[in-house]
């Protein structure tokens, strides 16, 4: 039997490298892709460059130069305290570029942990799974969040747990849904021939193959997470002052809205376009995983 | 005086815009179709003849172009059409009938509703003179009943009468020509012959010009007149289809048939021949004739340009640099039917590796009613497998043949584990399995009795490599030492013909036939000592399947492995079964050596099946036995004889009664039927050949 011969060899780290070249390709192919991606690298470049962009801290006051508009000293001008507000949005950027993921990657692993025994086994464990998911998701996100945090006081770690119970359900239940479909697959099938046991199979067989819709959707909750951890600070129930954070400067700062807006607008227009960057990214590797279907 | 053919298409080439660049799906057709004609269009998948279809009626979809070409019907040419008009002429003027029955029904219509639209939409018609037609054309195709089918929802249909439905629906408008895109591929093979009669009788009544397309060798010689074949993307050979099936002039076509396995030829007489290679994707078409990499007459010209299509014989067309030699000196003779008493030597002395006592096999059906929730309705069940006993015998093949719904596939997976019967009791290297899911069997009896699975894309995981999935069998059941597992791994590889590139290849870089080489590999890496294939080669293309069916055969000869294929397809269960059990609604209704069952006596079932097949040789005689019907729901099997619902032999009330009792016809050849041993010895042979 022929076979195709004219395949040269290459080594499989080589195969891995070039594998890995297309999936990032993907991202270039779309231009909403690159769009979203380079305004949330702008933001990744700001928080981590933070204390050489700005000569002054996030916590310094100045009781000389309160509220006052953008000067030569204050790029964006001074807060209530007379803190500077670049160095406010600089240095709040690491707060939310950090809580965001963590706390969508801890709603990652609590979704995994229910979403696949549910799929994978069905029966009592998926209603039992189920009915959890629907009691969290009865709550209207903010609420939750709310109780959450009142319940257990606002620290970065709670705001994580509370962000990451709110998006558990959603997380599950897509797993779940990929787990009824991957698991009527003769892979599947093969890998139970095998003997391997289930908690195998889901992690081995079943979870990697569910990576193209998870990973978008799960770019698409970081977005939404940076949005909630903004909402929460201007509730006043995010982190606690002084830790900078754009929503709390939003909640601070409404109140001189009048005199100085600068404040409020900065935070503003930050969380805004953090927020449109990731979901440009991620839509824009949606529809280039869609596009050719 | 010379008559206009009525669809006329000339060197029509499509692309497609992919994210790559554009592909050339299509690189050169030319036919003509004349009034009343049918041309059948064959081709494996991926040739381009669906494209070709589509492309007739303007369907190419936002990112399918026409290239070139031209396309002419009735004297117009379509490019040159607006959307208007070619509204008007599909449904009146051009009709199709698609491949699956069930997507191309609107399933929240009822089917009066959608019929009234087709007539609606063209015609000016008072309502009750739509209906009245509505019901004509449900008559026209043998529908029962047709006042109640109009009130029906197409789900409440089964599949040859939904696709009966579209065909209807079809010719509602008389149209000129119909096109018709493997209407029975996904139908029953005793569905599929009587639908092929209807489309025969309903082209002789209405005269209507017909462009038929199938992968099936067999089928397009019931159907045709002329016969194309193509392959990817050109077409290869246009000529009648006597001219075809008896002097073909393109290497391709010879091919294909040689690599069928013939459902009259007894076993061992026939040797397959697959066709070496793989069809080219469209990006790597080679420069001169696109066939020469894999063609056995290929000399060196052959490479160096493309032919173009020429008539080499009155009416007979080829695309191939030798074929005036084929003129002289003929690719290929149909061989006479040899004859063979191919016996199987049972051994005596040893017992079967697996045994398996009257299995039943139930799935609950799920309630849908409010009465359940109070718990007052009974609980129904599928009776998918009910009741099959069988052995096997150490490096021997029983084929289990049926059509949809007979329950092989449940018994395949309750053998190996994947189910668990309701009743029964299975034996396997003298080990009880019966109530063993395969989580709980050990795992020396898990590694000897391993599957081969039908969907070759769904049988690889699609994020590991082709050699990490066969090391982890190898692995998993410590056939050998953690340093010897890259070497055993290559060695499978090229057991399955693939060579030790193809370790570090993702699923996605393989052709169907290779996944499924993989499959076997994977399947035989623990060395089993039994192997059940459930229709490994039905998801393949015809020049595939006879490439893994003679490596199923090589590995049964090499490994001595035990084996149960499953398929609905009798030439390919014939080429390669020592025994066979014909199982219907979840029973056995026969079972013997391969040749005691292929030839009288029969089960009437039998017979109806090997009747239906559609064999390649337009000169053939067959024998039509139709059953009337379709196939009883499992959940309801009929009392008695589960086939009497449509049998054509039917004794009376002892079949609706009583269970049929077993008729030893010889040592080996059990039927169960009521009829009398001596009127199944005279059921007739279905094929008379001539000479």
Redesign the interface.
């Known amino acids: 039997?022929?076979?195709?011969?004219t395949?040269i060899?290459?080594t499989?780290a080589q195969?891995r490298w070039r594998?890995f070249k297309e999936s990032v390709g993907l991202i270039f192919?779309s231009p909403t892709a690159v769009l979203g991606l380079v305004i949330v690298l702008i933001w990744v470049f700001i928080a981590a460059f933070a204390p050489y962009l700005t000569h002054y801290t996030p916590y310094e006051q100045d009781y000389k130069n309160i509220n006052k508009g953008p000067s030569a000293q204050h790029i964006l001008g001074t807060d209530h305290l007379g803190r500077d507000v670049w160095a406010r949005v600089a240095f709040g950027a690491r707060t939310i570029l950090l809580l965001a993921p963590i706390s969508v990657g801890v709603a990652f692993l609590l979704g995994m942990v229910l979403g696949l025994p549910a799929g994978y086994f069905g029966g009592w464990v998926d209603e039992l799974v189920m009915r959890i998911l629907d009691s969290i998701m009865a709550f209207p996100t903010i609420l939750l969040y709310m109780i959450i945090i009142s319940a257990v006081g606002a620290s970065p770690v709670n705001v994580v747990i509370a962000i990451a119970i709110g998006g558990a359900p959603g997380i599950a239940r897509l797993i779940r849904a990929l787990t009824l479909d991957i698991r009527t697959?003769?892979?599947v099938?093969?890998?139970?021939?095998?003997?391997?046991?289930?908690v195998q199979i889901m992690f081995r067989?079943i979870l990697?193959?569910c990576?193209g819709p998870l990973i978008v959707d799960l770019l698409l909750r970081i977005g939404y997470a940076a949005f909630y951890i903004g909402t929460l600070g201007f509730l006043g129930l995010g982190l606690p002052p002084p830790t900078p954070d754009w929503g709390g400067m939003v909640q601070e700062g409404h109140k001189f809205m009048t005199t100085n807006v600068w404040p409020v607008l900065s935070a503003t227009v930050a969380i805004v376009t953090l927020v449109v960057g990731l979901n440009l990214f991620a839509d824009g590797l949606r529809e280039e995983t869609m596009?050719?279907q | 005086m010379k008559e206009d053919p009525i669809l006329s298409v000339q060197n029509l080439a499509i692309a497609y815009k992919t994210r790559k660049g554009y592909i050339q799906a299509v690189r050169d057709v030319s036919f003509e179709i004349m009034p009343g004609e049918n041309l059948g269009l064959v081709g494996e998948s991926g040739c381009g003849k669906s494209t070709v279809a589509y492309s007739l009626v303007g369907f190419l979809g936002r990112n399918g172009r026409i290239t070139n070409g031209r396309i002419i019907f009735k004297g117009q040419d379509m490019q040159s059409l607006d959307e208007k008009t070619l509204r008007k002429l599909r449904g009146a003027h051009i009709a199709m009938v698609y491949q699956e029955p069930m997507s191309s029904l609107n399933p929240t219509m009822r089917i009066g509703r959608q019929l009234a639209e087709a007539l609606a939409a063209h015609t000016d018609l008072p309502a009750e003179e739509i209906r009245q037609r509505c019901i004509k054309a449900l008559q026209d195709v043998y529908m029962p009943e047709p006042e109640s089918i109009l009130a029906r929802y197409p789900h409440q249909l089964s599949g040859g009468q939904q696709q009966r439905v579209c065909i209807a629906m079809a010719m509602l408008n008389q149209p000129e020509l119909l096109i018709m895109d493997e209407p029975t591929t996904a139908l029953d093979v005793t569905v599929e012959a009587a639908v092929l009669d209807l489309v025969a009788e309903l082209q002789e009544k209405f005269r209507t010009a017909t462009l038929y397309i199938s992968h099936n060798l067999g089928v397009i010689a019931r159907v045709a007149d002329k016969v194309g074949v193509m392959y990817a993307g050109e077409l290869v050979e246009l000529a009648s289809t006597e001219q075809i099936y008896t002097h073909p002039l393109h290497p391709y076509t010879v091919g294909l048939m040689r690599c069928l396995p013939d459902v009259d030829a007894p076993r061992g007489t026939r040797e397959l021949h697959p066709i070496p290679g793989r069809v080219p994707s469209p990006a790597e078409v080679p420069a001169g004739c696109i066939f020469a990499p894999r063609c056995e007459y290929a000399v060196p010209e052959c490479s160096a340009g493309r032919p173009s299509f020429q008539e080499i014989a009155p009416g007979h067309f080829a695309r191939c640099w030798r074929a005036r030699e084929w003129l002289e000196n003929p690719l290929w003779t149909k061989k006479p039917a040899k004859s063979s008493t191919y016996v199987c030597a049972k051994p005596e002395s040893e017992e079967p590796i697996l045994k398996v006592e009257d299995v039943r096999t139930y799935y609950p059906v799920p309630f849908t009613t409010v009465r359940s929730l109070i718990g007052l309705e009974k609980r129904r069940y599928v009776h998918a497998v009910d009741g099959v006993s069988l052995s096997v015998d150490c490096g021997y093949t029983l084929g289990i043949v049926g059509e949809s719904g007979c329950g092989k596939s449940s018994l395949a997976r309750t053998i190996v584990g994947l189910e668990t019967p309701t009743g029964g009791k299975m034996e396997f290297l003298g080990i009880d399995i019966s109530d063993e899911p395969v989580e709980r069997r050990r795992r020396e009896v898990i590694r000897h009795l391993q599957m081969v699975f039908q969907n070759p894309d769904g049988t690889l995981n699609p994020s590991y490599t082709v050699g990490d999935q066969i090391a982890m069998s190898l692995k998993r059941f410590r056939v050998v030492p953690a340093n010897e597992v890259y070497g055993r791994v290559v060695q499978l590889l090229e057991a399955v013909k693939l060579n030790e590139t193809y370790y570090h290849r993702l699923p996605r870089q393989l052709s169907g036939g290779e996944k499924q080489r993989v499959g076997i590999a994977r399947a035989i890496a623990s060395n089993p000592k039994m192997v059940i294939c459930d229709e490994p080669v039905s998801a393949l293309d015809v020049s595939v399947q006879a490439a893994v069916l003679m490596l199923l055969q090589e590995i049964q000869q090499q490994f001595q492995t035990a084996m149960i294929l499953i398929s609905h397809d009798l030439s390919s269960v014939r080429f390669f079964s020592d025994y066979v059990a014909v199982m219907y609604l979840g029973k056995i209704v026969e079972y013997g050596q391969v040749e005691e069952i292929f030839s009288p006596p029969s089960h009437p079932y039998t017979a109806a099946l090997l009747a239906a097949v559609p064999r390649p040789d337009p000169t053939l005689k067959q024998e039509f036995v139709r059953l009337s019907g379709e196939i009883p729901s499992p959940v309801n099997p009929p009392a008695g004889c589960r086939f009497h619902t449509r049998c054509p032999y039917k004794l009376g009330e002892i079949c609706e009664r009583e269970e049929p009792p077993a008729r030893r016809m010889s040592m080996d050849h059990v039927i169960y039927c009521h009829l009398p041993a001596d009127t199944l010895q005279a059921i007739h042979p279905v094929i008379r050949r001539s000479a």
């Not at chain 1, 099938?189 to 289930?198: F, I, S, T």
């Open positions: 039997m022929a076979v195709d011969s395949m060899r290459i499989p195969l594998r192919a697959r003769e892979y099938a093969a890998a139970r021939l095998r003997g391997d046991r289930p067989e990697p193959n990576r596009r050719y």
